[in-house]
């Protein structure tokens, strides 16, 4: 299991960019390398939804609600996988999270709060 902290979120107006980071700092490379990783977010009375992943050699995946505006990427030596989200608008505005693909339970992070504001 990986212990991961996102950072990055932040305000941003309809039309911005943000790019979130999600770092195992603690893991040992292999263990990290050994895992797809997703980006989730939870809007006020949603569930949680997952908006992107991504496998080791880079083959990523997008809900629809993302594509083409989302990029998800890794930078495996460095544990880290990053969301760059641009063309943000109201319905970007979550808690972003990071976990593993299938979820464990036990690597929710404090997540990192987007809020998309005119």
């Known amino acids: 299991q990986l212990q991961l902290v996102e950072s990055g979120g932040g305000l941003v107006q309809p039309g911005g960019s943000l790019r979130l980071s999600c770092v195992a700092s603690?893991?040992?490379?292999?263990?990290?390398?050994?895992?797809?990783i997703g980006w989730y977010r939870q809007a006020p009375g949603k569930q949680r939804e997952l908006v992107a992943s991504?496998?080791?050699?880079?083959?990523?995946n997008y809900a629809d609600s993302v594509k083409g505006r989302f990029t998800i990427s890794r930078h495996n030596s460095k544990k880290t996988v990053y969301l760059q989200m641009s063309g943000l608008n109201a319905e970007d505005t979550a808690v972003y999270y990071c976990?593993?693909?299938?979820?464990?339970?036990?690597?929710w992070g404090q997540g990192t709060q987007v809020t998309v504001f005119s």
């Open positions: 603690r893991a040992i490379l292999s263990t990290f390398n050994a895992y797809v």
């Open positions: 976990n593993t693909i299938p979820i464990s339970s036990n690597s």
């Open positions: 991504v496998t080791y050699n880079g083959v990523t």
